[in-house]
């Protein structure tokens, strides 16, 4: 009886530290994320373009454009987010400015939250900064600063950043060292007051190891998936998880599969260990009750951050209410008129995986302080991309065009793939017959092949994978030509493969020999083709690439533009060219959280690539810049080639050539991104099963 006592006593306090510690955890976890630099000036600098960066390297040397934070900002104050720059190693540098300004700084703080940690103003900025660039002197509080040249900077001194590391130690690691020690110093008195036990404890250990891989195993992948896919959608996780994986390349995730197994196998290991230790001594029952308290905290305290990081609550009340967008504003093409040109133009339509205008500079309209992609910025503003002409405008991607096959989908169908309804199992679980991909979509392959096109879809991978080939032979009958084809026509050794299957500078080959075998037809022919190499995580690196950059990343996207460019350069020297509209888009966004935070692009309006070549004749905009998605592109696509359109509309895409707003002007980004969450009976009836 005084030992049952003593189990539910110790039972109460094992559950009373575990939620004490998952609290505090959640509480010190959101503090040290929330860590930020606030700048106030002593002035306005509202109706400006400001730029400001904050560089973080291990020394005043080595500060570079892989490194750095960028705000565009308005007014005083302005915000850094510096809870991923480790202070024990890096020293900052602060450019407040991107041109040649004068101004004065008020007071920098740091702060968790809304929790003031440090102030500091006038002398103290000089004690802890120096200043490069400009002239500075204090007068009262503020830091009177005077350029000299473009990006004036204040590099912080060692000390700074070793005061600060001091504070993340106090907060990020101190609270978590006390509660791992009170929990082993529970842990110990419960194994020696609970000697004995129950005679089925081998069950009790069986328990113990489940919940202890189950526990291991979901806070080691949601710290993975915090840190690298920090801007997927929840939605489109789910998506993945339905649908097949064939053709697939998970050699980039080998080392985190390999450290998590090995993690997961060495904490089994251990507990086996210490239970048979202490199994000989009669003290392994404390010991196991312990251990499984404890880690079905943990277990819950993980799946709390997993819901709360992914706005799960947040995507389940979306997904279990009904829009009214489709009926309201969604076009079927076989409901209005869709007129040909007389002389029907080749299309070429080439999607970069991942490229978007943020990897432009920041004075050409992107936020690297170094162009990464200088053809395709100079192809855009000599060609149309819908922007004043001065800078890149690209397209906004909206929830269902996020990834590579809700991307295609978006733009050749102006319908993207709801991720609250559609699985594999909806679409056909093999993806085999040839119109079950979004089956009741009009696309721009449907619009083509009615008009007596060739239609190819080229790729370097695998085309079973999220039902690309079924959605592209479903809609238009396009001949298919991915790896397996490529292998099987012999086009590509039978052992080759790298990457996600063969690298895009035998896409751009491959492509060449296509073309010209469509254009020799006599028909008017359309050429799609969806690149590889600059899918995350860092890309392919293949022999063209240079290590002008220190990521490798960057240097894969500045290869890729030059590909690009020289393939553009080819097909302008063909025959065919002047019949001939090409257009370049980036399929969504870089979902590379970690990359995208190392170039400091995080905090500015970024958007995928878009470039429109040798549109039909009269097709040019000279607005001050249309606001659009990837949704726009399907009606705009066969306005460029000449085709008129009855109402300028194309499913729920707007024609932009045209002078009807789109969804995203005429209710703005933040509406058409919500609706597009709910689930539609529309959408469902019409598009997905019809």
């Not at 400001?52 to 007014?75: C, G, H, I, P, R």
């Not at 209005?336 to 299309?347: E, F, G, Q, W």
């Amino acid at each position: 009886m005084k030992s049952h006592k003593r189990l539910i006593i110790f039972i109460v306090a094992d559950i009373i530290l575990a939620v004490l510690s998952c609290a505090a955890s959640v509480y010190f976890m959101k503090l040290r994320d929330n860590m930020v630099m606030n700048v106030y000036f002593g002035e306005s600098h509202a109706g400006q373009s400001n730029i400001a960066q904050l560089y973080y390297a291990e020394n005043d040397k080595e500060f570079s454009n892989n490194q750095v934070y960028t705000e565009v900002f308005a007014d005083t104050p302005f915000t850094f987010d510096i809870s991923e720059i480790d202070f024990d190693k890096d020293i900052i540098r602060f450019d407040p400015f991107n041109l040649k300004r004068d101004f004065s700084i008020e007071k920098i703080e740091v702060c968790y939250g809304k929790h003031v940690v440090l102030s500091i103003a006038g002398k103290d900025i000089k004690k802890y900064g120096k200043a490069k660039g400009m002239k500075s002197k204090v007068e009262g509080e503020l830091l009177v600063c005077r350029s000299k040249k473009n990006n004036p900077n204040i590099v912080f001194k060692r000390s700074f950043s070793d005061k600060l590391a001091r504070y993340n130690y106090l907060i990020g690691k101190m609270p978590y060292i006390v509660m791992a020690l009170a929990a082993l110093l529970l842990g110990f008195i419960q194994i020696v007051l609970l000697k004995g036990g129950e005679k089925k404890h081998w069950i009790m250990f069986i328990i113990s190891q489940l919940i202890l891989i189950a526990s291991a195993t979901f806070t080691y992948a949601i710290n993975y998936f915090e840190g690298h896919f920090g801007q997927v959608p929840f939605g489109q996780l789910v998506y993945h998880l339905h649908t097949p994986l064939d053709g697939t390349d998970i050699s980039s995730y080998r080392d985190v599969i390999e450290v998590g197994v090995l993690l997961v196998v060495a904490l089994v290991v251990v507990n086996s260990f210490i239970y048979t230790f202490l199994k000989k001594k009669q003290a392994h029952y404390g010991y196991l009750t312990w251990v499984i308290t404890v880690t079905v905290v943990v277990l819950a305290s993980s799946l709390y951050r997993g819901i709360i990081h992914y706005n799960v609550i947040e995507y389940y009340q979306y997904t279990h209410e009904s829009t009214m967008l489709y009926e309201d504003y969604y076009v079927d093409g076989r409901d209005v008129s869709i007129t040909a040109p007389k002389d029907k133009r080749n299309l070429i339509y080439i999607f970069l995986e991942s490229m978007e205008t943020s990897f432009s500079d920041n004075q050409s309209g992107g936020g690297m302080q170094e162009d990464l992609i200088p053809n395709l910025t100079k192809l855009a503003l000599e060609n149309e991309c819908f922007s004043d002409g001065t800078v890149l405008n690209g397209a906004h991607h909206v929830p269902g065009a996020t990834y590579t096959m809700g991307a295609l989908a978006a733009q050749t169908s102006g319908a993207p793939i709801n991720e609250a309804i559609v699985s594999n199992e909806t679409l056909n679980g093999n993806w085999e017959s040839e119109n079950n991909y979004l089956p009741g979509v009009w696309a721009i392959g449907d619009v083509l092949q009615k008009q007596g096109y060739n239609q190819e879809f080229l790729i370097g991978s695998d085309g079973g994978f999220a039902g690309r080939s079924s959605y592209f032979k479903g809609h238009g009958n396009y001949a298919v030509e991915d790896y397996d084809a490529a292998i099987k026509e012999q086009r590509i050794p039978e052992d080759y493969k790298v990457w996600w299957g063969y690298e895009d500078e035998k896409l751009y080959q491959l492509a060449k020999e296509d073309i010209k075998k469509l254009a020799k037809s006599g028909e008017p022919f359309n050429f799609t083709m969806l690149t590889v190499d600059t899918h995350f995580t860092d890309g392919y690196k293949c022999r063209l690439c240079d290590d002008k950059y220190d990521s490798q990343y960057s240097n894969v996207i500045a290869c890729a533009d030059g590909q690009v460019a020289e393939f553009i350069e080819w097909v302008k020297a063909q025959d065919f060219y002047e019949n001939t509209t090409i257009v370049i888009c980036g399929d969504h966004l870089t979902p590379d959280s970690f990359y995208v935070n190392a170039q400091g692009i995080g905090g500015i309006d970024r958007r995928t690539y878009t470039a429109i070549i040798n549109p039909a004749e009269g097709k040019k905009y000279t607005g001050e810049g249309r606001v659009y998605t990837t949704l726009d592109m399907y009606p705009t696509t066969l306005s460029a080639m000449g085709y008129t359109i009855e109402g300028s509309r194309l499913g729920l895409g707007v024609d932009l050539f045209s002078d009807v707003p789109t969804i995203a002007e005429e209710k703005g980004l933040d509406y058409l991104n919500l609706e597009l969450y709910k689930n539609s009976s529309y959408y469902t009836k019409q598009l997905l099963y019809k």
